[in-house]
Structure formats: structure tokens, C-alpha cells
């Protein structure tokens, strides 16, 4: 019965996507029923490309709300709608404007660079942005010898150090995301004992010793791509235990084992089907991020659409 109602659905949705010329666009964490109706799906990187190319009138961001920012700054004159009111993603609230200005005048010489996970009028005042897919790349183009200002996440910007050997200053000294810093080092122990020939795949919002421990780390696009791609049969997911049912998906074959099955970003699963629906036929919730804020954060975000 479900998968009738949902087969339904999906063809209505399908539809109105096309009276409306609306395209929808999903991160990778998002649910699998939101994941099959969508354009475009992919990690931060992959759906920001996604949104500076989008012809249509509608989009429609599956993901939390930087992302449904970044959107809106890049398609100023078309309508971005969230399914959901509250998406928030608690790391991109751990940068404030203000305490971005201040450590900018305490660091004269130091060029900005921002997680993507920023709201747009944090991003209104940096030089650049990065995904997990992008910052070494964009890092090193970055800066020349003077040290890099980066934020919020402390353990994002311990990757690129170590990836890229940059003088790297964090603000704040400890932002780190909720969800990916649960994974403890010992939960990642336990995990290898119980799966000793497993490879272990880990995203950099991990905390440093388990991002020590890995044979693969990097966005959530490129584990799915990593695990497809490796002669491994058996892989320690420490990411979205929805990554590791996404990657079943996608390599059949091979093994997926959840480094802890507390690891689910609440926020990403947030948009349903029925939500999806509702969102372009009642065209709630507009997301619009003031003009002014947009031609600045669109700067830094184009910067980097051209560095990578
Ligand atoms: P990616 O950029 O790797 O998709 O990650 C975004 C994110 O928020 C994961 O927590
Ligand atoms: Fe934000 Fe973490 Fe959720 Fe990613 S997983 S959206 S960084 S809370």
C-alpha cells in the first residue's frame, strides 16, 4: 500500500515539476523517497554547482539551510523553497558575523576562507568558500605564504592542514559539527575489531584521531565515489548512517558497516515526500537572503565554482 501511495506521489510530483518548471535538488543525507524525485543529487560541492546552472523557475533544496541560502544567492530572480521550515544545520551557526569581523581585524595579513556550512552574511565577508570535496584545491590557490583565516569547524580545518601544510587560523577555536563529532576514536576501534579487514572511509567534519585512522577521508561525494571505485569489499562508514544504505544502493556487492549507528544528521532528514509535495504546490517556504548580503556572498561562492 505504501509503495502505491508513494509511486502516486512521485508521479505528481514528477508532474508538477513540470507545470512549474521547478527542479529539486538533494544533498546525499537526505532521505532515499527524497533522493529518487530529485534533479540532482550530491554533496555540497556537486549541488552547488547544481544551483548556479539551474535553468528553471523553482528550486526546491532538499538540505538544511546553508544550503537553501547558497541557493537563493546564486538564483536571486527565481524561487527557492525549502520543504521544511527549521533544517537547520548547527554548525553553520557557530560563526557569527561579528566574531568573523573581529578575528579579520585581529589577522590583517590573513586572506578568509569558509566551510560552505556558513550562513550567507558570514560568507558576505569572506574571500572564498570550500566544500569538503574542494578545500585542498581551493586552500592552496589561496593566501600565497600568508596564513588562511578559516571557520567553524575546527576538525575540517585540522584536514586541511594537514592536506595542504597551510598556516591555518580556526575561529572559533572549537566549532565542530554535532553529528560527525560523536563518532569517537574508540567507536572506530571497536568497529575494526569486529570488521579487522574492513577499509575505513570517514568525512573531515570527524574529529582528528579518527581522521588519523582512516584509508579514505573526504566529502560525502567522494566516499560514495571512493567505495564504488576501491578493489575493498568491506567498508567502516563514519558519516550518515544513511550514507552507508545510499552506498548499498550504489555498490550492491560490497559491505557497508555504519561506524556508529548514532551518527544521523536529524536536520537532513527532515524533508519527506508528502513535505516535497506540499512545498511546490503551496510554494511555502521561500528562502530569500537581502540583496545586498547576496551580491556579497556570491562573490566568495563563484570564486570558488571558478577555483575547482
Ligand atoms: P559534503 O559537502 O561532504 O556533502 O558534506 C556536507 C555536510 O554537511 C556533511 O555534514
Ligand atoms: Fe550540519 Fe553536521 Fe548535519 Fe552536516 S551533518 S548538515 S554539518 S549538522
Do not use: W
Not at 51 to 75: H, K, P, Q, R
Not at 89 to 116: D, I, T, W
Not at 146 to 170: A, N, Q
Amino acid at each position: 500500500m505504501q509503495n502505491i501511495i508513494d509511486k502516486g506521489r512521485i508521479e505528481r510530483i514528477e508532474k508538477l515539476k513540470r507545470e512549474k518548471n521547478a527542479i529539486i535538488l538533494a544533498h546525499n543525507y537526505e532521505r532515499a523517497e527524497v533522493r529518487a524525485v530529485a534533479d540532482a543529487v550530491g554533496g555540497s560541492s556537486g549541488l552547488t554547482e547544481a544551483a548556479s546552472e539551474a535553468g528553471a523557475d523553482m528550486i526546491i533544496v532538499c538540505g538544511v539551510d546553508f544550503m537553501t541560502e547558497m541557493a537563493a544567492v546564486l538564483n536571486p530572480d527565481k524561487k527557492v523553497l525549502s520543504p521544511v521550515r527549521n533544517a537547520v544545520c548547527p554548525l553553520a551557526r557557530q560563526l557569527s558575523r561579528e566574531e568573523l569581523n573581529e578575528a579579520k581585524k585581529e589577522n590583517p595579513g590573513a586572506e578568509v576562507l569558509l566551510y560552505m556550512n556558513s550562513l550567507a552574511n558570514t560568507i558576505a565577508l569572506a574571500d572564498c568558500v570550500c566544500t569538503a570535496a574542494n578545500a585542498f584545491q581551493v586552500a592552496e590557490m589561496m593566501g600565497g605564504d600568508s596564513p588562511l583565516l578559516f571557520g567553524p569547524d575546527h576538525c575540517v580545518s585540522y584536514y586541511i592542514r594537514k592536506g595542504t601544510g597551510k598556516e591555518i587560523i580556526t575561529v572559533p577555536e572549537r566549532g565542530f559539527c554535532p553529528v560527525h563529532y560523536k563518532i569517537s576514536l574508540a567507536d572506530l576501534m571497536k568497529a575494526k575489531e569486529m570488521h579487522p579487514g574492513a577499509k575505513v572511509v570517514a568525512h573531515p567534519e570527524c574529529r582528528p584521531e579518527v581522521q588519523d585512522h582512516t584509508d579514505y577521508l573526504g566529502s560525502t561525494g567522494g566516499i560514495v565515489r571512493f567505495c564504488k571505485e576501491s578493489e575493498g569489499q568491506e567498508f567502516l562508514v563514519a558519516a550518515d548512517v544513511g550514507l552507508s544504505s545510499m552506498l548499498r544502493n550504489e555498490a550492491p556487492d560490497k559491505t557497508f558497516y555504519p561506524v556508529s549507528e548514532a551518527t544521523i544528521c536529524a536536520r537532513m532528514k527532515m524533508p519527506t515526500l508528502a513535505k516535497v509535495e506540499e512545498a511546490i504546490v503551496t510554494e511555502k517556504f521561500r528562502v530569500t537572503v537581502p540583496r545586498e548580503i547576496a551580491d556579497a556572498a556570491r562573490i566568495p561562492i563563484e570564486r570558488m565554482l571558478g577555483l575547482s
